[in-house]
């Protein structure tokens, strides 16, 4: 499986932005899916994860409430909307399926930065 994120970028606090990623391999379907994030000196944290339907998700403290996590099985593409963004959102966000243990799957992609400045 291949995970290639995109829609990261610069912005100003209180800006919104949306994420993407686009999963390769048929497992996509069933594949429970989620965002982390990697601030600079720190370790990559669980930012939001979503069930194989999309109807159950989950979400860290930090982000709940400015943060929606969605899927299209159609497209095999996960999203992340960030809403009312801080500079402590600064970070390269990436996803990833996450097994049963909530630990993640597959190759990390390349990530996507997001830049929020003060």
């Known amino acids: 499986v291949q995970l290639v994120e995109s829609g990261g970028g610069l912005a100003q606090i209180g800006d919104s932005l949306i994420l993407s990623c686009v999963a390769s391999?048929?497992?996509?379907?069933?594949?429970?899916m989620a965002w982390y994030r990697q601030a600079p000196g720190k370790e990559r944290d669980l930012v939001a994860r979503?069930?194989?339907?999309?109807?159950?998700?989950v979400y860290a403290e930090s982000v709940k409430g400015r943060f929606t996590i969605s899927r299209d099985n159609d497209k095999n593409t996960v999203y992340l909307e960030m809403n009312r963004l801080k500079p402590e959102d600064t970070a390269v966000y990436y996803c990833?399926?996450?097994?049963?243990?909530?630990?993640?799957?597959?190759?990390w992609g390349q990530g996507t930065q997001v830049t929020v400045s003060a």
């Open positions: 391999g048929s497992s996509f379907v069933v594949d429970e």
């Open positions: 979503v069930s194989s339907g999309g109807a159950r998700t």
């Open positions: 990833n399926a996450v097994d049963w243990r909530i630990l993640p799957t597959y190759p």
